[in-house]
């Protein structure tokens, strides 16, 4: 009974503070409750109202997904470019990966405050830049677009999570015996007929793992848009210019505790999130990963 006795601590803790949290949002999606008074048991109307009478979810989830097919396409490409060309490097590759990797380890609220300077209308950089150049005769509203403010937290996205796909692509790539790279060597391939058809086929489960991956976190996007739009400041526009920016997270962190308190919808859309997630997961998976591993 040892190992038992010995597991006994985790699995407490795990049922305390992981499941029966879990448990207990699912029964609250099935009440009305503002979490103060008593709570009435109303079934599956909270699902009801969400798919058929909230408009606002659906655009939410639009947002959400406009903004992964930004991100995660480049942030693949360009990783697994740059870990490439960090690979090949003799001297300073340990420099250059740490420097990569700073974004992924920097605050989300530094994130949103730099990127917020960046495309300021008034004082932003970018704008600064565009006009000096003669590119732009005056400054853009570049965080009032619907679009170039999706393409703004798509690129905070991308230089966050850079360093990260390179970094997995690196080891990934560590992994390859060198023996196939020499061998193709011996037959003549070059640089970019190595990479192509043995260096991209055999980071194929790596491509697939990142994949999926990013696709669990785009669902669950929430600090980007958040602290762009005035997060950092304390003066919070929910949703961005137009609810362009919502996405599905920011709205259940505003149904719950910003415009509203409604904890039982709150917990509908959590669980309709986890549906989605679970759904899109697969759809990405099988759409990624090789034929023979599609059981």
Known sequence: MWPYLFALPFILSYAAFQLYPVLYSFYLSLNDWNGIGEK?????????????????????????LIMMLMFIPVTLILGLLLAYWT????????????????PYITTPVAIGFIFSYFFDWQTGLINLIFVKLGLMQEGFYWLQDPWTSRAVIAMMVVWRNLGYFM???????????????????????????????????LLRNISVFLI????????QLFDEPKLLYGGWSGSVQVGGPDNT????????????????TRFGYASAIAYTLFVLIVFFSIISYRLSAPKEDKR
Not at 87 to 102: P, Y
């Open 40 to 64: 009435t048991y109303i079934g599956f109307k909270n699902y009801v109202d969400l798919l058929t009478n909230d408009p606002l979810f659906y655009k939410s989830l639009w947002n959400t």
């Open 87 to 102: 690979f090949q490097l003799t001297r300073g590759r340990k420099l250059f990966q740490t420097i990569n990797v700073l």
């Open 212 to 219: 999926v991956t990013s696709v669990i976190g785009g669902l």
């Open 167 to 201: 970094v997995i692509f690196m080891a990934g790539m560590t992994a390859v015996p060198q023996d196939v790279y020499e061998a193709a060597k011996v037959d003549g391939s070059t640089g970019f007929h190595t990479f192509r058809h043995i260096t991209m086929p």
């Open 245 to 260: 920016a919502l996405t599905v997270i920011w709205k259940f962190v505003d149904e719950s505790f910003i415009s509203n």
